[in-house]
């Protein structure tokens, strides 16, 4: 079996976006060959109807199969937060917010770290780390356990996920071996040495599409998820054209 690719984007903010990356992205991501397309959030720039129908556009322009979830610029402001904060993101891009895929070699699982109530820095909770424990801990033996949400468990601010200490302990008992996300514009890979001293290595994706920079061009990821290492390629876009960025290969 040949090692699966992963095409990770997230923070597309349709609304803030820039037509001539859209209009580009689609085909990078096809050429790459992925097994499996993750998009961890922020699809949208202020969860409007249009912003949505856009984001739908785009996502079916992209080869499956495909794992999407919410971010926090996916929730309707007030006073629909309150009442149904996801309704216009399940009636564009699906009811289920936590979805699960498998396929040859991986198997994934999203998380909605988005509650209406913590919505900007994100939380877990306790029946979301059963469903990791479940999930994920269940794959088989040499199979990629694959975690994506929004917020990034590691690297922010000290506290900023809630309930990240009950997370690592999840991740650990699940063998967990990748985690996706996004919300920081910002791409970075980076090995996480776990309580017990069990590695994993959690992968930021950069804004793909969005206008909304910090000081680095809009980028997607593709992981290669082999059997003693994963492979990650940053692919960074200049003037409507994607060109291979920074490449690292880190111990699985």
Request: hydrophobic share 40%.
């Amino acid at each position: 079996m040949t090692a699966p690719i992963i095409a990770h984007l997230s923070d597309l903010h349709f609304g803030a976006h820039d037509p001539a990356a859209v209009q580009s992205l689609a085909g990078d991501v096809i050429a790459a060959r992925p097994d499996l397309v993750i998009v961890t959030g922020d699809l949208t720039m202020r969860a409007r109807e249009r912003q949505f129908a856009q984001a739908r556009a785009f996502l079916d322009r992209l080869p499956g199969p495909r794992l999407v979830i919410p971010g926090n610029h996916d929730l309707a402001a007030t006073p629909g937060r309150l009442l149904d904060p996801h309704r216009r993101y399940r009636a564009h891009l699906g009811a289920d917010l936590e979805p699960r895929l498998e396929v040859p070699g991986l198997r994934a699982l999203g998380l909605a770290s988005t509650p209406r109530w913590r919505w900007k820095n994100g939380r877990v909770s306790r029946a979301q780390r059963d469903g990791v424990a479940a999930y994920l801990g269940a794959a088989g033996t040499g199979a990629g356990r694959v975690l994506a949400l929004h917020h990034p468990p590691y690297g922010g601010p000290p506290g900023r996920l809630l309930g990240l200490r009950s997370l690592a302990s999840t991740l650990e008992a699940a063998r967990v071996d990748l985690v996706l996300a996004g919300h920081t514009h910002l791409p970075a890979d980076a090995v996480v040495v776990l309580p017990s001293g069990r590695r994993l290595l959690q992968v930021v994706a950069g804004s793909a599409t969005s206008t909304r920079l910090r000081g680095t061009p809009r980028s997607w990821t593709a992981i290669t998820v082999g059997p003693g290492e994963f492979r990650v390629e940053v692919r960074v876009e200049r003037d409507g054209a994607w060109h291979r960025g920074r490449v690292a290969t880190h111990p699985r």
